[in-house]
């Protein structure tokens, strides 16, 4: 498990991303289509502007207010769309960004 655990580590590393932009950018990678079209450098610029920007907009009871998912999911769909992320999978992306800051916000906060 502490291997595991290093492995995880030295990727964020070796990718030049920090410990909450791996989870995004693992999120967005799991589309085949935006692994195909989008090339790494670009993946890696969006899980880390969607870091940066959901961290700041993260509020600690922000999860009970839908005015506010609503304002977070359209700040995570401009972001995507500037970087052109394939719309095929990009309502999966949108939940999947939001699920991750929700898991993080605590953290955040």
């Given amino acids: 498990m502490a291997k595991k655990f290093r492995e995880a580590a030295g990727r964020g590393e070796s990718l030049g991303l920090s410990e909450d932009e791996v989870k995004f950018y693992d999120a967005l990678a799991n589309n085949e289509s935006a692994v195909r079209e989008l090339p790494d ?11 940066e920007n959901l961290r700041k907009n993260i509020s600690v009871d922000w999860s009970q207010r839908e ?26 992306a949108i939940q999947t960004m939001l699920q991750q800051a929700e898991a993080l916000s605590a953290e955040w906060a």
């Fill in 67 to 92: 005015s506010f998912r609503a304002k977070l999911r359209i700040m995570v769909k401009r972001i995507l769309r500037k970087y052109g992320y394939p719309p095929d999978f990009q309502e999966d």
């Fill in 41 to 51: 450098e670009t993946l890696k610029r969006i899980a880390h502007e969607l870091t």
